[in-house]
Nanobody, 115 residues
Framework: QVHLVESGGGSVQPGGSVRLSCTAS????????VGWYRQAPGKQRDMVAK???????EYGESVKGRFTVFRDDAQKTIDLEMNNLKPEDTAVYYC?????????WGQGTQVTVSS
């Protein structure tokens, strides 16, 4: 059974930086596509950044140039480095993994950007 555990959320001022981390277990990590989604109150869950098992990265339009996604197949981790944060980045961030068309999700971690 896949298990994803996130860490690193919290509160930050506009313009600040936060790094989220997710550790996976119970999965052939190297064969999986991995990444991060987010969901703000009253809105749908959107893709933030993902990186395929061939190391191709993809980003949501609103975060391009500010966020970077990393994967470490040896450690089975997925990190999201978020810079120049804006109030509209406030959301619950979810770690995501997909293998053979089956998706798994973390429990979510809150990121709040406010002055």
């Amino acid at each position: 059974q896949v298990h994803l555990v996130e860490s690193g959320g919290g509160s930050v001022q506009p313009g600040g930086s936060v790094r989220l981390s997710c550790t996976a277990s119970g999965i052939m990590f190297g064969f999986s596509d991995v990444g991060w989604y987010r969901q703000a109150p009253g809105k749908q869950r959107d893709m933030v950044a993902k990186i395929s098992n061939t190391w191709r990265a993809e980003y949501g339009e609103s975060v391009k140039g500010r966020f970077t996604v990393f994967r470490d197949d040896a450690q089975k981790t997925i990190d999201l480095e978020m810079n120049n944060l804006k109030p509209e980045d406030t959301a619950v961030y979810y770690c995501w993994l997909a293998l053979r068309n089956k998706e798994s999700w973390g429990q979510g971690t809150q990121v709040t950007v406010s002055s």
